[in-house]
């Protein structure tokens, strides 16, 4: 059995790197990251600031750390409203990963669309919609999906 000290260090570094469960419920959970999402948050926070504020769990593949960084210096508590902000590190279409970010008690989910190629983006997007139905999204939940690519419709 490993010491108290190194078990509270290895729990520390889950929690730093964005790899422990979220507990919470009727949260909007925001998959993937790009140069909209601040602007998403900060709206999301403004319609909840009558509520007292909400919950945005993040979920981005990698470097949540650096994005957790970025967002804490271009916003102020003020600015939120009320809203907390949770940044977690995972695959947007494993189970596992959708799971650590309270899939099932999400009130509201949007996928934000992140890629150079608009046709990979989107196709991403679709097999995140696949598994969060798999993963346990209630079906009253509101899923919100940003597409990238563009097309004349004729």
């Given at each position: 059995?490993?010491?108290?000290?190194?078990?509270?260090?290895?729990?520390?570094s889950?929690?730093?790197e964005?790899?422990?469960?979220?507990?919470?419920?009727?949260h909007?959970?925001?998959?993937?990251?790009?140069?909209?999402?601040?602007?998403?948050?900060?709206?999301i926070?403004?319609?909840?600031?009558?509520?007292?504020?909400?919950?945005?769990?993040?979920?981005?593949?990698?470097?949540?750390?650096e994005?957790?960084?970025?967002?804490?210096?271009?916003t102020?508590?003020?600015?939120?409203?009320?809203?907390?902000?949770?940044?977690r590190?995972?695959?947007?279409?494993?189970?596992?990963?959708?799971?650590?970010?309270?899939?099932?008690?999400?009130?509201?989910?949007?996928?934000?669309?992140?890629?150079?190629?608009?046709?990979?983006?989107?196709?991403?997007?679709?097999?995140?919609?696949?598994?969060?139905?798999?993963?346990?999204?209630?079906?009253?939940?509101?899923?919100?999906?940003?597409g990238?690519?563009?097309?004349?419709?004729?």
């Open positions: 059995m490993k010491p108290l000290h190194v078990r509270l260090r290895c729990l520390v889950r929690y730093r964005g790899r422990t469960s979220v507990i919470e419920s009727g909007t959970v925001l998959i993937g990251w790009n140069d909209r999402s601040l602007g998403f948050i900060e709206q926070s403004i319609a909840r600031q009558d509520y007292g504020g909400g919950i945005i769990c993040v979920l981005v593949e990698k470097g949540s750390e994005i957790e960084r970025k967002f804490l210096s271009q102020t508590k003020r600015d939120m409203k009320g809203t907390r902000v949770i940044f590190t995972g695959e947007p279409q494993s189970l596992a990963c959708l799971k650590l970010v309270g899939i099932a008690t999400a009130r509201s989910v949007v996928l934000m669309s992140s890629g150079d190629d608009p046709r990979v983006a989107d196709a991403n997007t679709l097999r995140i919609l696949i598994a969060l139905r798999v993963a346990g999204l209630q079906p009253d939940s509101y899923i919100v999906a940003e990238a690519w563009e097309t004349e419709l004729s």
